[in-house]
């Protein structure tokens, strides 16, 4: 089993929509949690970390957090074409050092 | 403010020659990272250096090695190329050691095709 797991998608939402993308983990003992989004041919940056459960707000996006179901989700509300990318889910881990893990990435295409 | 620089950008190998993958970062970040990123596959983790002087396996290490010279600079080495090996690769640098990873920053990643 794959440490971090994500749909792949793609998921197409139209514009003005709110897209959903989901990822579970495996580590129980993870404490932190990034949402990174990558464009074609580009870097991976971050747009959004969570520690606790919840909901955390900034803009437009809302990283939601369920330890106890080893869940979270970032939800993309009014959805713009130029939110079309791959978003990918990365978990902090431990092995000897704090490393990152990622998931496979989910795309995303907003249709205008 | 360069951040994360990889070097080169672009590299074609053939089976069973050796390549090292240059990446140096000017934030005085403790932890750094080398990440391949395959389509459909996500970014996996090769090695990483949670601080200078100590380097971990991850994900998928087989086949390379690494060495952190200093603060600034973590060398990824493939000592006999093959094409499974080819892939994008990522650099990765972030504060690290006690608070964790945070957020990781990113160079502009190495094309490596292997023939």
């Known amino acids: 089993q794959k440490e971090v797991e994500q749909n792949s998608g793609p998921l197409s939402v139209p514009e003005g929509a709110i897209a959903s993308l989901n990822c579970t983990y495996s580590?129980?003992?993870?404490?932190?949690f990034f949402w990174y989004r990558q464009y074609s041919g580009k870097s991976p940056e971050l747009i959004m970390f969570?520690?606790s459960n919840g909901d955390k707000e900034d803009g437009r996006f809302t990283a939601q957090l369920n330890k106890a179901s080893q869940y979270v989700s970032l939800l993309i509300r009014d959805s713009q074409p130029s939110d079309s990318a791959t978003y990918l889910c990365?978990?902090?881990?431990w092995g000897g050092g704090f490393k990152t893990i990622f998931g496979a990435g989910t795309r995303l295409f907003v249709k205008a | 403010n360069a951040g994360v620089t990889q070097t080169p950008k672009f590299q074609v190998l053939k089976t069973g020659q050796s390549m090292t993958l240059q990446c140096a970062q000017d934030?005085?970040?403790?932890?750094m990272y080398w990440y391949r990123q395959d389509p459909g596959m996500g970014l996996r983790l090769i090695y990483y250096?949670?601080?200078?002087?100590?380097?971990d396996k991850g994900e998928v290490p087989n086949g390379y090695n690494v060495s952190r010279l200093n603060k600034r600079e973590f060398s990824l080495r493939l000592e006999s190329a093959a094409p499974s090996q080819t892939s994008v690769y990522f650099c990765?640098?972030?504060?690290?050691?006690?608070?964790?990873?945070?957020?990781?920053?990113f160079g502009e990643g190495s094309r490596l095709t292997v023939l």
């Open positions: 990765a640098s972030s504060e690290g050691v006690s608070r964790g990873t945070g957020e990781l920053f």
């Open positions: 934030m005085n970040h403790n932890s």
């Open positions: 250096s949670a601080s200078e002087g100590t380097t």
């Open positions: 580590d129980r003992g993870s404490q932190s």
């Open positions: 969570i520690y």
């Open positions: 990365a978990v902090e881990a």
